[in-house]
């Protein structure tokens, strides 16, 4: 049979379209390995995620290809030399295996942080001296991706050779410079078409936020995404823009982050130890999950269970963000991630107010740990504009033989160094630790290998580990004269991989412990129907120690009655908590309202058979959204 020739229009057309089925096919493959994150998908939902799919990956190769378009449209007869052909290839391979490569890697990102990768993760990491060595890890337990990885690349370098063996220079140029005229304009005419998604004149280009007019349900929006695309869209980010739901005096009425506590008593010089948990998830913590398993459920963290029991607690306890760069900013800043991390935006050089500022102020030593290399995700150069004059890493631990040859020190002697170094501070004093054992790859010191429960994935023995750690610190604090007057705060800094459904959903995605304890504090020994959220804990510290002067913060007072208290995070759209209600948003709509108290699964959506409550909901939400985005842009998070 006599092989079909190509003209170089047709090769271009061919080529084009295989490097768009290969990333549109991508799309079946991301969510085979993270179906678990799209529960109650119908044949309906998967119509308009197609649908909208399509636009995307028209857009995500139209963005790769441009160059290589470019090149095979210039009329002139050199595009058919052996020289320029090559060229040409090499381009095309080289563009389209990077973004069949993003798309690959966020088949396993993604189930860290529930989100389409953007070009801010090279910001995320970039400050990682080890990047390399995580790269290589992740390589290895996630060797799989490889072979997956190479049943795209493969076909694209074989089809693509195929049909471009079979260009054939045109014999009659007379008519070969009309196809040129016509494709030179046409071509353009149609990228731009591609790249807007439609060809209206007041159509713009379409962004990751169009993504939720082809879906009900906001966790579906990655399924109607690629990477590419959202890594091309965000390569010169445009941030925030104002939201002008309320007029100006309409807006402190219904919800407000300027705040002020109503005290008399005098200051109380507390110290404050905040303990960050990496991916200490509700879902390891038997406390939250007492009905599990007929009441079997024995969780991993026996300690802080135990911590749990003799402290102030909270049944409905939600973190602000999905990364680890998201919980500076929510604890110690009460500020939110929202749509993006606060620290990878212009908004972080904003004037702003922070706990350990404000206690600067009032004398207290300020401090922050972090096992990690010296610099990792940002942290340094983050606390050293909140106002914390102390940083210690692994530079400052200056011990290799306790690292663990991928994030960090080792959580159980990391958490010993942090208890010896603060009881050489004068007091009072504000520190906080973020642990780093319980990161993928979930490893343990090789002397406790088959100590802990494995449970359903190996996130649970790290975690078993380094709860261990955290007894072992409080053990040693204990006998240190400065325990029994120390205010600890425990939380985790964001959710992590889960196995029962009630953490598969976009509330379990979304949980993590917060706990206030004091040794000597009867008062803070209880259990709590409350919401809390990371950011209440800078608002509610500062009101156990009495500071009487107004701050900014988008959290709440969790130890006061007088506040409405509610949770508000960002899961592919903004959500809002509050009493057993949960409101998702589609962008400014509300889309779904689940009563998570009686339906954990998110099962039923009651968005059109309670308008009332929807319609208070949305109000609120609304106005969180409208505060959080214009003072972001106003430079407005002082208190005058």
Known sequence: MKKVKHNIYSALFLHVLLAFLLLHLSRYVFYILNASHFSNLNFH??????????KFDVAAVLYTNLIYILLQIIPTKFRYTKSYRKSSRIVYLVFN?????FSAIDMIYFGFTLRRSTWMIFSEFSHDQNIV?????AIFDFWYIIPIYLLFLIPL??????????????IRLSYHKITNGIFLFLIPLLIVG????????TTRPITMSNAGEYVKNPAFIPLVLNTPFCMFRTIQQEFYSKDSFFKPEQIEHIYSPLQQVSTTQPFKYDNVVIIILESFGRESVRFYNKELDGGKYKGYTPFLDSLLE??????HSFSNGRKSIDALPSVLMGIPAGELPFVLTPYVSNKTESLPAILKDHGYNTSFFHGAPNGSMGFKALVNLIGIDHYYGKDEYDHDDDFDGTWGIWDEPFFQYFAHTVNEFKEPFMTTIFSVSSHEPFEVPSAYRGRFPKGDHPLREAIGYTDMSLRKFFDTAKKMPWFNHTLFIITGDHASISYQPEYKTALGEMTVPVLFYHPTDS???KTDDKIVQQIDIMPTVLSYLHYDKPFVSF???????????FAVNYHNGFQLFQDQFMLQMNGSKPSALYDYGSDPLLKYNLLFKMPLLVDSMNKTVKAFMQQYHNRLIDDDLLAK
């Open 45 to 54: 939902d998967w119509i308009n995620i197609i649908k909208g799919g399509i």
């Open 97 to 101: 295996g990077l973004m069949l490569a």
């Open 133 to 137: 060595g995580i790269i290589f890890r």
């Open 157 to 170: 370098v074989l089809i693509y050779n195929s049909i471009e063996r079979r260009i054939q220079e045109p």
């Open 194 to 201: 591609g790249v807007r998604g439609d060809f209206k004149y």
């Open 310 to 315: 003799e402290g102030h607690a909270f049944k």
């Open 523 to 525: 008062s803070l020994k």
């Open 555 to 565: 959290g709440r007072d969790v130890l006061s009655d007088d506040s409405d208290h």
